[in-house]
């Protein structure tokens, strides 16, 4: 199981999702490639009239990743708020899963 | 709602307030007169928002015409201050804050007001919650200040019904404020011609880099006769 791609700015470590030009906090543009699979649920809500292609009430969290930046993730699970989950990354979407 | 402890009540009252402007706007595209309860039984869109907290996308588009102050047919409206600020939070945040608060002062000491000063105030609101955040930072104070000015007529928000009620037209949504603020101005707000018009604020927001907007600007505008 993959994680959620962050780059992390190789001159000062901040890490990005999704992918930027330049660092943000320092204005580097030397990224290293971080899998990050662990996070910690902020919000979730309920979007029950999706846009097309999804179908159906569709859950989204907002999942702060360990050392990591803060994701949008569609929950594939129950998740309240300040619950520890792991998120895999599919077609370009971080997805609480498991 | 849960940063200022609001009830949904609180976003229905913007939404009802601006509808009744929206009433006098034959451009708008929500015209019929709305109930709190109706707001409140609005099917819901992702909780706890509701259909009639999201914009209603149109087609439109919105023009002004610049020229100098000689040449302007009376009365115009003129640029009194403006202030334009990148969100530096970087998307950490909450989204609960635009930058406009950093360029408050500096706008309403340009433009020689304050906040309570300003006749019309056209706020972009793409959503209650926003509007709410942009007056805060703009020194108007917290959301049950705002409601209590606009229960009491002390400010006319969103004259033209605002996107929430007028249409969202595209990227033409940047001006919706600023026509209906220069039309105020220059006396030409028919039925919801608010008396005496002097002085207007506009802002915008948006540009959602990944979670909310990360720029926002402001105007102060003003009569010339």
């Keep these: 199981v993959s994680g959620v791609p962050v780059r992390v700015c190789a001159r000062c470590g901040h890490g990005v999702f999704p992918e930027r030009s330049l660092c943000p906090r320092c204005g580097a543009g030397e990224w290293a490639l971080r899998e990050i699979a662990r996070g910690r649920v902020e919000e979730e809500t309920t979007v029950l009239r999706a846009p097309v292609p999804l179908d159906g009430p569709v859950r989204l969290a907002l ?3 360990a050392d990591g930046p803060l994701v949008i993730a569609r ?3 129950d998740a309240a708020r300040g619950d520890e989950v792991e998120v895999t990354y599919q077609d370009g979407v971080p997805i609480v899963r498991i | ?29 929500y015209r019929e007169p709305l109930s709190l309860d109706e707001y409140l039984s609005a099917p819901v869109v992702a ?4 259909l009639l907290d999201c914009v209603p996308v149109v087609a439109g588009a919105d023009a002004v015409v610049v020229t100098t102050r000689d040449r302007a047919r009376k009365p115009a409206a003129s640029v009194a201050a403006f202030a334009a600020v990148v969100n530096v939070d970087d998307q950490e945040g909450s989204g609960l804050r635009t930058g406009l608060g ?7 000491e340009q433009a020689g007001l304050a906040p309570r000063d300003v006749d019309v105030v056209s706020v972009y609101d793409d959503y209650p919650v926003m509007v709410f955040v942009q007056l805060a930072d703009l020194g108007f104070g917290s959301p049950p200040d705002v409601l209590d000015a606009v229960r009491a007529e002390r ?29 105020q101005l220059r006396g030409l707000a028919g039925e919801r011609q608010v008396a005496d018009c002097d002085s207007a604020l506009v802002t915008g927001y948006g540009i ?6 990360i720029c926002a ?3 102060v505008l003003r009569r010339v006769s």
């Design chain 2, 155 to 183: 400010l006319a928000l969103n004259t033209s019904g605002g996107q929430l009620a007028a249409g969202q037209a595209g990227a033409a949504g940047g001006l919706h404020g600023v026509v209906e603020a220069v039309r």
């Design chain 1, 63 to 65: 999942v702060r990743l």
């Design chain 2, 102 to 108: 950093e360029v408050a002062p500096a706008l309403w």
């Design chain 2, 208 to 213: 959602v880099g990944y979670r909310y907007g």
């Design chain 1, 75 to 77: 929950l594939e699970r």
């Design chain 2, 217 to 219: 600007s402001a105007a």
């Design chain 2, 47 to 50: 909780d706890p928002l509701c």
């Design chain 2, 1 to 29: 709602m849960r940063e200022h402890g609001l009830p949904r009540e609180a976003y229905g009252e913007l939404v009802v307030a601006q509808r009744r402007w929206a009433a006098l706007n034959p451009h708008a595209v």
